[in-house]
């Protein structure tokens, strides 16, 4: 951490004392209240305390950002500019982020409940994915077809135009640059739309936007709830593509709105429930029950790629979840201003009562609680990491995703068994192997139907590969040159050349 940074939950409870909220949308270049004066309210889940009454947009809020948004792509001031001046400014974007990481990281966790540790390795990632992406700006080329010497085939790489992106709350930050950063490279306009449970860093990001030189309509913010102003962006005849993260019933909702609009382009990156494979021959037992405790704990289990379905080889199962269980003792919950909490706060009362559901339908299907199960302290939506075993693939808390601090944990005894209960699911998003056995890693590896196999670890990640499901994960990829790719049209220009 930088000098400055708090270092104790007295340093950061001072600094959240004397913060200021943006609480306004920021359309074609200025921070104004919603059309109609609607607010939505941000409320800390930590505490019950009101945050911030948020501006909350609405279809004609919608249509003014789009029309900005339209304009200012064709005028070209920013799709056609220079790619080293989008690099230049991105990169400038970059480092005002970094130079006010603090302040960012602490609206996320006042906003929604994760621990101030979490949000600022966050940061850390949406520093890197704008960098990244605007040092990319100037390394994708386009191509030239093998044609005969009487044509000359060039394949261009062009921004696609006006991008709508809708982010979810748990990762605030993290996933808004995941998006914006390679659509903004490309030389897109953009619109962002982020969840009506943690808006407050996206307002604050439009203001460094707007210092590190973006032009005005190049980049919007529009906070509002997802059936109101979300559902106007998707079916807006003026959006190009549409880019989302969030639950798969979302995501087919937007796909429809696709439909019924201007087929425009929509990734998607969905749930997940992913399947956490441990086998007999893996090492260092103590060391892999704790990152696998760590693959469904860490951000309260509010992660779409939590190793939510803990698969362990029998012979070990027994030993191994009491491994488990050990470790995720010391992940409960805390104060998320407290730097040494692992756990923080469930975003709402909302997801905190669904969890709690889950929890109890686990019980009456006949799962084996091991750990947890209770709300924890009586402030707050607080729940402690849980743990159930011999679970069965017919149960709900075996096959739904929960996103919350719930692990599942199932028995197999052969490699085939697993790979069935591994890909027994709506869901393709994330799975693990744990083995010594470099030809067993490779067989099974090959055979998960998903779109990233972690081996010998959980959530190795890093801009320079893709993120993205499979099947009812999603179809997008964030990260890494595909992503970048994505917003673009790619266009074939043919020319007859003379004999």
């Given amino acids: 951490m930088a000098a400055d940074t708090p270092k104790t939950l007295a340093d950061w409870q001072s600094k959240a004392s004397s913060l200021s909220f943006e609480t306004r949308a920021f359309i074609n270049g200025e921070f104004v ?11 800390n889940p ?9 501006a909350s947009c609405d279809a004609q809020d919608a249509e003014l950002a789009t029309q900005a948004a339209r304009a200012t792509f064709e005028s070209g001031v920013w799709s056609r500019c220079h790619p080293s001046k989008r690099k230049r400014v991105l990169l400038r974007l970059a480092e005002l982020v970094e130079a006010h990481r603090d302040e960012l ?5 006042l906003d929604m409940g994760k621990p101030i540790s979490s949000s600022l390795g966050d940061l850390a990632g949406t520093v890197a994915c704008l960098r990244y992406q605007a040092e990319c700006i100037d390394k994708l080329y386009g191509e030239v077809a093998p044609t005969g010497d009487r044509a000359l085939g ?28 390679p659509a903004l490279a490309a030389g897109n306009s953009v619109i962002l739309k982020p969840s009506e449970k943690s808006p407050l860093s996206a307002l604050r990001l439009a203001h460094l936007a707007k210092e590190a030189g973006i032009p005005d309509g190049v980049f919007q913010v529009l906070p509002g709830y997802g059936h109101t102003v979300g559902k106007a962006l998707a079916l807006s005849m003026q959006v190009d593509g549409l880019a989302f993260t969030g639950s798969t019933g979302v995501g087919k909702q937007l796909m429809q709105y696709a439909g019924q609009s201007n087929l425009k382009r929509v990734f998607l990156e969905c749930g997940g429930k992913s399947p956490n494979i441990v086998f007999a021959d893996c090492q260092h037992l103590d060391a892999v029950a704790k990152s696998a405790a760590e693959a469904i704990f860490h951000n309260q289990g509010e992660v779409c790629i939590a190793g939510s379905r803990l698969l362990v080889e029998n012979s070990i199962r027994k030993d191994f979840v009491a491994r488990v269980v050990k470790a995720a003792e010391h992940m409960q919950p805390g104060d998320p201003l407290d730097p040494a909490s692992f756990m923080g706060a469930m975003v709402d009362e909302a997801q905190y009562q669904r969890v709690l559901e889950y929890i109890r339908q686990g019980e009456n299907e006949g799962a084996t609680l091991k750990l947890g199960g209770e709300p924890s302290g009586s402030n707050g939506y607080f729940l402690p990491p849980t743990v159930f075993d011999d679970v069965t693939p017919e149960m709900r808390i075996g096959r739904e995703e929960i996103f919350g601090p719930v692990l599942s944990v199932f028995g197999f005894d052969s490699e085939e068994q697993a790979i069935a209960l591994a890909n027994d699911s709506d869901y393709g998003l994330a799975a693990g192997v744990w083995s010594q056995d470099i030809d067993r890693i490779m067989r099974v590896s090959r055979r998960l139907q998903s779109g990233q196999v972690y081996v010998n670890n959980w959530a190795g990640i890093d801009q320079t590969v893709p993120f993205g499901g499979v099947k009812q994960s999603g ?3 964030d990260k890494s040159l595909h992503a970048q790719e994505k917003y673009c049209e790619v266009k074939t220009v043919w020319m007859s050349l003379s004999p």
């Fill in 33 to 43: 209240a919603a059309v109609d004066g609607s607010t939505l309210t941000s409320i």
């Fill in 46 to 54: 930590a505490t019950g305390h009101v945050l911030a009454e948020v």
């Fill in 105 to 109: 990281a602490l609206l996320d966790t």
């Fill in 154 to 181: 060039l394949v261009l790489r062009e921004p696609m135009g006006v991008i709508a992106a809708i982010v979810p709350w748990n990762f605030p930050l993290m996933m808004t640059s995941w998006k914006i950063a």
């Fill in 475 to 477: 179809n997008g990829r």
